[in-house]
């Protein structure tokens, strides 16, 4: 499974972005597709998360109403809509695609830079 993930840039306080995420390969047995996010010194964290299957969206409270996921099955391409954007939202993000069978896998894009400042 390969991903591509895009759309970052700068943006200012209060603005918003969409980043996209194209997936490749074999990608038939991935459960669960994800946005994460990583800010200079800190961990990775999850943004957001999305069921193949049934389409469940789960959000960090942080993002919870300002952010939203989605996916388009017939692009095989996750979305992130990135509303009321702040100065704390400043991260790189990266597209995560979870594979539970045959075996559990992680995989990862290469992350797209986002810097909310005025």
């Known amino acids: 499974v390969q991903l591509q993930a895009s759309g970052g840039g700068l943006v200012e306080p209060g603005g918003s972005l969409r980043l996209s995420c194209a997936a490749s390969?074999?990608?038939?047995?991935?459960?669960?597709m994800a946005w994460y996010r990583q800010a200079p010194g800190k961990e990775r964290k999850l943004v957001a998360g999305i069921t193949s299957s049934s389409g469940y969206t789960r959000y960090a409270d942080s993002v919870e109403g300002r952010f939203t996921i989605s996916r388009d099955s017939a692009k095989n391409t996750l979305y992130l809509q990135m509303s009321s954007l702040e100065p704390e939202d400043t991260a790189v993000y990266y597209c995560?695609?979870?594979?539970?069978?045959?075996?559990?896998?992680?995989?990862w894009g290469q992350g797209t830079q986002v810097t909310v400042s005025s």
């Open positions: 390969g074999s990608i038939s047995n991935i459960a669960v």
């Open positions: 995560n695609a979870a594979q539970m069978v045959p075996f559990e896998h992680d995989y």
